[in-house]
Antibody, heavy 121, light 113 residues
Framework: QVQLQESGPRLVQPSQTLSLTCAVS??????????WSWIRQPAGKGLEWIGR???????RYNPSLKSRVTISVDTSENQFSLKLSSVTAADTAVYYC?????????????WGQGTLVTVSS | DIVMTQSPDSLAVSLGERATINCKSS????????????LAWYQQKPGQPPKVIIY???TRESGVPDRFSGSGSGTDFTLTISSLQVEDVAVYFC?????????FGGGTKVEIK
């Protein structure tokens, strides 16, 4: 079955850009009508959807983060990526990648294991 | 944005007893054209990602025990664990997928009394 795995720096300096990649295995990122999302969760808190990308490159972002977020897809590498600029301590969180479908309006399944990114000098 | 409000924040239930979690959306998430409620429930255990257990408000994901059930429509929803087991200790989240931005409830922590 499809598996997702996040990777990228675990420590980012304030004001810099957070960059993460989600590798998709077990199937082609192009197969099916799937959308690929990033979600984050600060320690001990709730979940925040960051945004999603379709394999065409079409994106939709959470307005709360839209000015700082870029999500892209690389179908040749079977992966998609997140860039979050001008980070502060408030961006410290576990970042998950996940899949959904149906125009992007569905539940998320599966999820990656998540990666903790800390913003600190 | 559709705001999802869960209650309670936490609850402690004896083994074998019923646990009930509520989720309220700030606007209806019932899509009239297909009569479906665009709501999912997730279970998250420590150190793990969330796992979907219910979607369309009441459809149980494959492999999820039938002690888990979802109900409700419009703006008010409930997740019920009919007979709490040790392995059900977790945080539970609701999520609406009616419109973007997709939003989650704040979570309910379920513990053993």
């Amino acid at each position: 079955q499809v598996q997702l795995q996040e990777s990228g720096p675990r420590l980012v300096q304030p004001s810099q850009t957070l960059s993460l990649t989600c590798a998709v295995s077990g199937d082609s990122i192009n197969s099916g009508n799937y959308y690929w999302s990033w979600i984050r969760q600060p320690a001990g808190k709730g979940l925040e959807w960051i945004g999603r990308v379709y394999t065409s490159g079409s994106t939709r972002y959470n307005p709360s983060l839209k000015s700082r977020v870029t999500i892209s897809v690389d179908t040749s590498e079977n992966q998609f990526s997140l860039k979050l600029s001008s980070v502060t301590a408030a961006d410290t969180a576990v970042y998950y990648c996940a899949r959904n479908f149906d125009g992007g309006t569905s539940w998320f399944d599966p999820w990656g294991q998540g990666t903790l990114v800390t913003v600190s000098s | 944005d559709i705001v999802m409000t869960q209650s309670p924040d936490s609850l402690a239930v004896s083994l074998g007893e019923r646990a009930t979690i509520n989720c309220k959306s700030s606007q209806s998430i019932l899509y009239s054209s297909n009569n479906k409620n665009y709501l999912a429930w997730y279970q998250q255990k420590p150190g793990q990602p969330p796992k979907v257990i219910i979607y369309w408000a009441s459809t149980r994901e494959s492999g999820v025990p039938d002690r888990f059930s979802g109900s409700g429509s419009g703006t008010d929803f409930t997740l019920t664990i009919s007979s709490l087991q040790v392995e059900d200790v977790a945080v539970y989240f609701c999520q609406q997928y009616y419109s973007t931005p997709l939003t989650f409830g704040g979570g309910t922590k379920v513990e053993i009394k």
